[in-house]
């Protein structure tokens, strides 16, 4: 059971990627906190069946990739909802791939779901925060931007490119009291780690890494991100807060 953070009752919220992993925890959540919540996936299907269970939350289908749809969703979600006061930039794609086979166009692709859209949307709704008075966006970053492992330089470097983001548009945005961190997860078990990537003998390692031998839920990741949402956190911009258990 997550903490009551009273300030975000009532709080116009959209949540990039929300269909699925990470980001249905985050539409659970700060739907139960009372936010009025708007979530956009490429996964229709998904999303759909999220928001129906969901009463009053907002959902849209949406390819992020592309950038013209994404600031017309974004439009329409602030019609339905409000000006949007919280701003979860969570969609990415960890889809493997060696340095050797990325070739531009596919670097490309990596950096239009990992990184382009988190600017685009927080440029979009930068606006309706200032004439607000303050905001906040959340960014999802990694801890293998500090990491650095192999085998998915593109999603690497634009989580880095997220963290230094985030910093730039904290400074730029602070004195209209829009605060923007970066939430920085280890391995967190999702729908999708767990069929891809999450073996038994992979968790183990990851377990000889860690300080506190327990699995991170994507409720772990939400509980951090209404925290950092919330009036509590009035004083936090520009920060890389990581989660994952002690593994950096
Ligand atoms: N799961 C982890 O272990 C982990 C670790 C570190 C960081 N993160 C970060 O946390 C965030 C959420 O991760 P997750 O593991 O829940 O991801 P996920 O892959 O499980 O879910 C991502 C969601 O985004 C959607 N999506 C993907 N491409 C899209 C596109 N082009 N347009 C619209 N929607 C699209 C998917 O349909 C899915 O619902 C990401 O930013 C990720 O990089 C996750």
Known sequence: MSAVYPSLAGRSVFITGGASGIGAAL????????????????????GQALAARLPGAWFAPCDVTDAAALEAVLAAAASALGPIQVLVNNVANDTRHAAAETDAQAWRAHLAVNLDPAFLAARAVQPGMKAAGGGVILNLSSINALLGPAGMPAYVAAKGAVNALTK?????????????????????????????????????????????????????????????????????????????????
Do not use: C, Y
């Open 168 to 248: 730039a548009l904290a400074r730029e945005w602070g004195p209209d009291n829009i605060r923007v961190n970066a939430i920085s997860p280890g391995w967190v078990v999702t729908e999708r780690q767990l069929a891809l990537w999450l073996t038994p003998e992979a968790e183990a390692a990851w377990m000889e890494q860690v300080a506190l031998k327990a699995r991170i839920q994507p409720s772990d990741i939400a509980d951090l991100a209404l925290f950092l949402a919330s009036d509590q956190a009035r004083r936090i911009t520009g920060q890389n807060h990581v989660i994952d258990g002690g593994r950096t």
């Open 27 to 46: 539409v659970e959540a700060f739907h139960a906190q009372g936010s009025r919540v708007g979530f956009i996936d490429r996964d229709a299907e998904a």
